[in-house]
Every structure is written in structure tokens, then in C-alpha cells.
């Protein structure tokens, strides 16, 4: 075991890994309650951000290890957009430091011990299809929920290609975590051990029959119980949510983002993991 990493830990996951919410725990006079999961930026202020940072799970890992943690400094996201966001940060990214480019950061490998990853919704990615010689392109919920008008041509382009909604789905969800397998597999090329776990339950049966991802994946223990993905987790025991989270705060917003308490369970699995890995060497 080891209390030092001496090169950088990358997070990347969706606003389950960038902290969202957690400026609550500050009790800052200037801390403005927003709705729901909703993030408004105009909301919020440097002071609230930086908090945040000192008290998500990266940090907490990093801490551990006395090494830095590298995290998307935006909120949200899909794994589409966190695989590429990263991707091109190591191959595209602008070398020197630019304090206010909306660019990519150049990020080499040689700098990365662990790349860690927290995977989000399926539906969140982006889905294109070709309908009466227009190409259509939106995010996957918007084409599969059936309270919008555009799911008909979803269901008009499964019948042309002769596909049912189930092997749809199937088959994104499987292009999803393939897609973040190949890149986690490309990165361990360049001697970066990756570590991944879940918020949504729909990638486990993919991960429980692929060893490779099997050897990779966190659950989570928590009152004696083991859970297999955030969701689960969160929802059997609200505590976990800032919204229910009465214990660290009088009167919690209405976010059911993972509380503080939360963070540092996850942190307490993956530092875990990490200490599992160097135990190998």
C-alpha cells in the first residue's frame, strides 16, 4: 500500500463527479437555493465553486494520495461528451496555460496515474438518423420518450430497418460502454490504470460479463449492503441525497444530487481500489 501517487488522477463523469450541489455544505451567505438539479450560473460565484472542489470525492482521493486531481471544469454531461472532452484534451489539447480560453487543456500521459470514470445515462447521448432526406439529429431521451411528438419518427425509422424499441435500446447501451471500454483500453496502453463505476443500473449485466470491465468496476458497501450502482444506493438510503440529507444540513435544498456524506463513500471506494492496484504494483 502506498499514501503517495506521485502523477495526477483524472475524474471524469457527469455532475455526480463535478460536485454539483455540494456549495450548500458551505452555509455561505451568498449561497442562492436553485430548483431542483437545475444549475444557473448566474447563480453562483467563485467562493461557491471552490468549495465544492474542496469537498467532492476527487479531492478527497487526491487528498489521500497526496497528488492533484484532474477534473472537467464543466457541470453535466454525457459519456459521449466526457469521452470526447478527454480524448481531445490528450491529443488535441492547446499546450501552455490559457486562464480564460474556452479550449481544450493539453493533458499528456505521462502526467496520469488513474483515470477514473463514473458512467451517466444512456439516453443522454446524441442519436442521427436520416428521415424523408433530412438528417435528424437530438439527444437519445428526447427520441425514446413517449410524450414527444418527434418519437413517432423514431418508431417509423425502427419499422423501415426492422428493429424492435428493445434491441434499440440494447444496442445503444452496449455502443456506450464499448465506446468507453475502447478508450479506457487505449489509455492503459500508456501504463494509466482505469477504474469505472455507475449511477444508472442499465450497464451492469454488460460489466458483470466482460471481465475486463468486471476487474475494473466499484460496487459500493454501505450499511452492510452491497450495491452495484449509485442509483440503488441513493435511493434505499435518501441520506445520500442532499435533499434528505437532515443529519449535515437544517434545511436541505431540493437537490437529489449525492450529498457530502455520499462523496466520501465513493472516495473511500476508489481509494480502495487504488490501494488494491499498487498493492499489486
Not at 457541470?75 to 488535441?92: A, D, Q
Not at 482505469?194 to 470491465?213: A, G
Request: charged share 20%.
Amino acid at each position: 500500500m502506498t499514501d503517495r501517487i506521485t502523477k495526477g488522477i483524472v475524474f471524469a463523469g457527469c455532475s455526480f463527479t463535478w460536485g454539483s450541489g455540494l456549495w450548500y455544505y458551505s452555509k455561505l451567505p451568498t449561497i442562492i437555493e436553485q430548483t431542483g438539479q437545475s444549475f444557473h450560473t448566474q447563480k453562483m460565484n467563485i467562493s461557491h465553486i471552490d468549495y465544492m472542489k474542496s469537498v467532492r470525492f476527487p479531492r478527497i482521493v487526491a487528498n489521500h494520495f497526496n497528488t492533484f486531481e484532474i477534473v472537467n471544469p464543466n457541470n453535466g454531461g454525457s459519456n459521449e461528451t466526457m469521452l470526447e472532452w478527454w480524448k481531445n484534451c490528450f491529443t488535441n489539447g492547446v499546450r501552455g496555460y490559457k486562464a480564460f480560453d474556452s479550449i481544450y487543456p493539453h493533458l499528456d500521459y505521462n502526467e496520469i496515474s488513474y483515470f477514473v470514470v463514473q458512467l451517466t445515462h444512456w439516453h443522454r447521448n446524441n442519436f442521427t438518423l436520416n428521415y424523408n432526406n433530412e438528417e435528424i439529429k437530438k439527444e437519445l431521451c428526447g427520441w425514446i420518450d413517449e410524450h414527444n411528438p418527434i418519437n413517432s419518427i423514431l418508431m417509423q425509422w425502427l419499422s423501415d430497418n426492422d428493429m424492435g424499441v428493445e434491441d434499440f435500446i440494447s444496442n445503444e447501451i452496449i455502443k456506450n460502454i464499448k465506446s468507453i471500454k475502447e478508450f479506457l483500453q487505449h489509455l492503459e496502453t500508456f501504463n494509466i490504470k482505469t477504474i469505472l463505476f455507475t449511477w444508472t443500473p442499465e450497464y451492469i449485466d454488460f460489466i458483470e460479463s466482460d471481465k475486463w470491465l468486471k476487474d475494473r468496476f466499484i460496487q459500493f458497501n454501505y450499511k452492510n449492503t452491497n450495491y452495484n450502482c449509485l442509483e440503488s444506493l441513493m435511493n434505499e438510503n435518501k441520506e445520500l441525497m442532499i435533499k434528505y440529507d437532515f443529519e449535515n444540513l437544517e434545511n436541505p435544498a431540493d437537490d437529489e444530487h449525492p450529498s457530502i456524506g455520499c462523496h466520501k463513500l465513493i472516495a473511500k471506494h476508489i481509494i480502495n481500489k487504488i490501494n488494491i492496484y499498487e498493492s499489486k504494483g
